[in-house]
């Protein structure tokens, strides 16, 4: 397994922006997918983004495309999450994730996919 650490959370106002970073240790970060959910009070944990290993696909969940962007840095061994235009229903917690699977052609959105989880960072967004 891979441990993930989550940094980059924190209060913001509605509009604004915040960089959250995962960095990765433990196994060979650049051959797995990595994933983006969070989790509201109250609500199930959802899937927010992802990408690929070789970072060819990203994948948003609607409710954040055009306004979030995944990417990777294989030479630093984390990946970010940029969020732009925040707005209050983005609060929640934020987890990385690692996708159990070497190599994955492909992306995917299933909790179950990944098996390596970080202790979340809390993302609040005010008005």
């Known amino acids: 397994q891979v441990q993930l650490v989550e940094s980059g959370g924190g209060l913001v106002q509605a509009g604004g922006s915040l960089r959250l970073s995962c960095a990765a240790s433990?196994?060979?970060?650049?051959?797995?997918?990595m994933g983006w959910f969070r989790q509201a009070p109250g609500k199930e944990r959802e899937f927010v983004a992802t990408?690929?290993?070789?970072?060819?696909?990203?994948d948003y969940a609607d409710s954040v495309k055009g306004r979030f962007t995944i990417s990777r840095d294989s030479t630093k061994n984390t990946a970010y999450l940029q969020m732009n235009s925040l707005r209050i229903e983005d609060t929640a917690v934020y987890y990385c994730?690692?996708?159990?699977?070497?190599?994955?052609?492909?992306?995917?959105?299933?909790?179950?996919?990944?098996?390596?989880w970080g202790q979340g960072t809390q993302v609040t967004v005010s008005s």
């Open positions: 994730a690692a996708d159990r699977s070497l190599f994955r052609a492909g992306v995917s959105r299933r909790r179950g996919d990944y098996n390596s």
């Open positions: 433990g196994r060979t970060f650049q051959n797995y997918a």
């Open positions: 990408i690929s290993w070789n970072r060819g696909i990203t």
